[in-house]
């Protein structure tokens, strides 16, 4: 079945360093959903991302859905030790209504 | 609002012993689903429902049964427990999708472990 891939699977970084996660299909995707999992919590849900080419920003992160809807970026400017964690793509696959996600990218910082 | 509710929080089962998840949201979603995940990997789709009496498969089903007999609850079954589903299981629900969704909310889960 689909598979969203996420690369990296692990970046460490210095705090204050940007840092940028990738998610990308072979197919293309109806949605994207952004996730975060601080270690040993659940995952929370940041941000869904609809249109061909859309670009949100909340505060330090800025999510980017591809103009082709196949991949997907979450970048982090000036890293915090509070951005620790695990995220997650997800697509929300429509017909099947069900949330399939993505590898992850564990993001650990550097004090 | 208690959002969803994940009980128990920790559970050992020894091998062949069957037990319920219970997973109850409180904020009236259609949406519900149940996750598991294993150290180091991504979440893997156990089973969902779109509502009340209905219920589908997801990646891993083996070896899990659901039922949504209310909006609310949506309790997981291990039938008979194998050390391959010592794991960690999150249960999810979400409102019907729309262009405004505001993505799953997942429980606090619950850590299994079989011996």
């Known amino acids: 079945g689909q598979q969203v891939m996420q690369i990296p699977q692990y970046q460490h970084v210095q705090e204050g360093e940007d840092f940028t996660t990738y998610c990308n299909s072979s197919?293309?995707?109806?949605?994207i959903q952004w996730y975060k999992q601080r270690p040993g919590g659940h995952p929370v849900f940041l941000i869904q991302?609809?249109?061909?080419?859309e670009v949100k920003k909340q505060k330090r992160l800025t999510f980017q859905f591809g103009e082709a809807k196949k991949n997907s970026s979450l970048h982090i400017t000036a890293t915090q030790t509070t951005d620790v964690g695990t995220y997650f793509c997800?697509?929300?696959?429509?017909?099947?209504?069900?949330?399939?996600f993505g590898t992850g990218t564990r993001l650990t910082i550097i004090p | 609002n208690a959002g969803v509710t994940q009980t128990p929080k920790f559970q050992v089962l020894k091998t062949g012993q069957s037990m319920t998840l219970q997973c109850a949201q409180d904020?009236?979603?259609?949406?519900m689903s149940w996750y598991r995940q294993d150290p180091g990997m991504g979440l893997r789709l156990i089973h969902y429902?779109?509502?009340?009496?209905?219920?589908d498969q997801g990646e891993v089903p083996n070896g899990y049964n659901v039922s949504r007999s209310t909006t609310e609850d949506f309790p997981l079954r291990l039938l008979s427990a194998a050390p391959s589903q010592t794991s960690v299981y999150f249960c999810?629900?979400?409102?019907?999708?729309?262009?405004?969704?505001?993505?799953?909310?997942f429980g606090s889960g619950t850590r299994l472990t079989v011996v």
């Open positions: 904020m009236n979603h259609e949406y």
């Open positions: 197919t293309t995707l109806s949605n």
């Open positions: 997800a697509e929300w696959a429509f017909g099947n209504e069900k949330l399939t």
């Open positions: 429902s779109v509502g009340a009496g209905i219920t």
């Open positions: 999810a629900s979400t409102r019907r999708w729309t262009v405004y969704n505001y993505g799953y909310t």
């Open positions: 991302l609809v249109k061909s080419g």
